[in-house]
């Protein structure tokens, strides 16, 4: 029967998946919410694709599920974005084009070498300071952007 499990005959199959812009779209809304602490998926304004594909960030180390520090229980659809996603944004970290996964682990794999950045895989990209240094409320004063990669 090929590559089918011997106990329910279901098909054994590995899936290939791409760090694509609207997911690195998606990556940057999560990192917009989290200063704030863990982000509820509904709450960042997603489409329906990015939603459903928020948690294969994780393939890449990007974000993790969110736990409550006290009981570590998961946070149901909650996602917090770890450094490795703080220096992607940042354009400091490189990562696979693609992630190979069989049931949701990521597999080694040698065509998951190449390495992208943020700004090979979102085009026109711009880190947020260069866009919240260009940003103005009308009628108001000028002043020095504050607004920074870091979490506080």
């Known amino acids: ?3 089918c499990c011997p106990t329910c005959n279901q098909k054994i199959l ?3 998946h791409k760090l694509s812009a609207p997911l690195v779209q998606a990556l940057f809304s999560v990192w917009a919410h ?3 602490g863990p982000v509820k998926v509904k709450a960042l304004g997603l489409d329906h694709p990015q939603q459903a594909n928020l948690q294969k960030l994780g393939y890449w180390n990007l974000v993790e599920k969110s736990h409550d520090q006290k009981t570590m229980l998961r946070i149901g659809g ?3 974005l770890t450094e490795d996603g703080v ?3 940042k354009g400091k970290l490189r990562v696979p084009s693609y992630r190979w996964t069989y049931q949701a682990d990521v597999l080694p794999r040698k065509d998951s070498e190449h390495m992208r ?3 090979e895989i979102w085009d026109g990209y711009e880190l947020p300071e260069e866009w919240a240094a260009r940003a103005h409320v009308h009628g108001a004063p000028e002043v020095e952007p504050q607004l920074s990669l870091e979490m506080s």
Do not use: S
Request: net charge neutral.
């Open 14 to 16: 590995e899936h290939k």
């Open 78 to 80: 909650c996602w917090n």
């Open 87 to 89: 220096e992607f944004l």
């Open 117 to 119: 950045d943020i700004f």
């Open 1 to 3: 029967m090929g590559n």
């Open 34 to 36: 989290a200063r704030r």
